[in-house]
């Protein structure tokens, strides 16, 4: 689904160039919810940035969805952006000039959907991230884990490949912390969507399926989290599941074809039998009439 080749990225201040990300390689699958996790500095918004298409880097491919993103020019980049990315920013970027309904339809509008669809999918969004009684008010009437519900369900609307988030809850508490990371989590599973979230706090991290860490710009770890082996624990258990359902119709097809077997042949014998007792008669009348004639004949005087 995503899949980072060689990244490596610089940016140039003055005349000195700082090298930022070295060589980082990694891939994601298809509904899949990974971590980026790393102390300030290391190079996780480069990283997602360059992931985004919001900047390009000094070298190496970025495939989202089988397609280089690095090589795309400015106009189609754009264009794939708007369809397949969705994006969460730490500070919500609302525009608070609009409704929260109108931030979450925004996305739509630049893809000439009409106004009643746009209308019905965002307030199906905000009912799903629990905030359905705010859409007619402003993003300055919103508390902060509110004003990150509106940014999640924005992202959301045009129904993208991935959704990247840098710091989703950077801004938060933590009890506001633990909601935005399991409406997010909620999400994943339901919808299966994509995501890639920044983090600093391994306490985020471990609850998604991956962890990728970086340390200096070098992708220093990537490690499957006990979410992900809980979760493959549930596959492999409705696995066995099914499989020990399949064996017990095997079984039971298999004893109801014996007792069908049984049956028939007990219909097949009563059959014979009866059979047997129609032949029998005329054969049995045949010699018993001759026996039976004897002493008829016998008597005869
Ligand atoms: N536009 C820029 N110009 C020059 N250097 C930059 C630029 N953006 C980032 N850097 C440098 O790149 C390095 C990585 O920055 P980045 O923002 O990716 O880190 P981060 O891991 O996201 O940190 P934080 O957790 O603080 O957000 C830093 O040393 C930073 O100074
Ligand atoms: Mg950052």
């Known amino acids: ?64 969805a089988d397609q280089d993103i690095v090589k795309m020019g400015e106009n189609k980049l754009a264009e794939f952006r708007r369809k397949h990315i969705g994006f ?52 300055s009437q919103l508390s902060g884990g509110q004003q990150q519900r509106v940014s999640i369900a924005r992202s959301l609307i045009t129904e993208p490949s991935v959704i990247f988030a840098d710091e989703p809850t950077g801004n938060l508490d ?34 998604m399926q991956r962890i990728f860490t970086l340390r200096d710009g070098f992708l220093i770890t990537e490690q499957q989290t006990a979410a992900k082996a809980g979760q493959q624990a549930a596959v492999e258990t409705e696995a066995q599941a099914a499989a020990e359902t399949e064996e017990q ?10 007792v069908e077997t049984e049956q028939k042949a007990a219909v097949e014998t009563e059959e014979q039998t009866a059979a047997g007792t129609e032949e029998q008669t005329p054969a049995e009348a045949e010699q018993q009439t001759p026996a039976e004639a004897e002493p008829a004949e016998g008597g005869k005087p």
Not at 189 to 202: A, D, L, P, Q
């Open 88 to 139: 969460i920013f730490q500070a919500y970027e609302l525009i608070t000039s609009l409704t929260v309904r109108e931030n979450v339809e925004l996305p739509l509008v630049f893809q000439s959907v009409s106004p009643s669809v746009r209308k019905k999918k965002a307030l199906a969004l905000l009912e799903q991230v629990g905030i359905p009684d705010k859409a007619d008010l402003f993003p």
């Open 1 to 64: 689904m995503l899949r980072v080749e060689d990244i490596t990225h610089s940016f140039k201040t003055g005349n000195e160039w700082t090298s930022v990300l070295h060589k980082i390689n990694f891939a994601v699958k298809q509904g899949e919810m990974v971590a980026l996790l790393g102390s300030s500095g290391s190079g996780k918004s480069t990283l997602l940035n360059l992931m985004a298409g919001l900047m390009k880097p000094t070298e190496g491919h970025i495939y989202i």
């Open 174 to 207: 933590s009890k506001t912390e633990e909601e935005i990371i399991s409406i997010l989590l909620n999400l994943n599973r339901t919808m299966k969507t994509t995501f890639i979230v920044v983090t600093h706090e391994y306490k985020v991290a471990e609850q």
């Open 249 to 258: 119709t095997a079984v039971e097809a298999e004893q109801k074809a014996a």
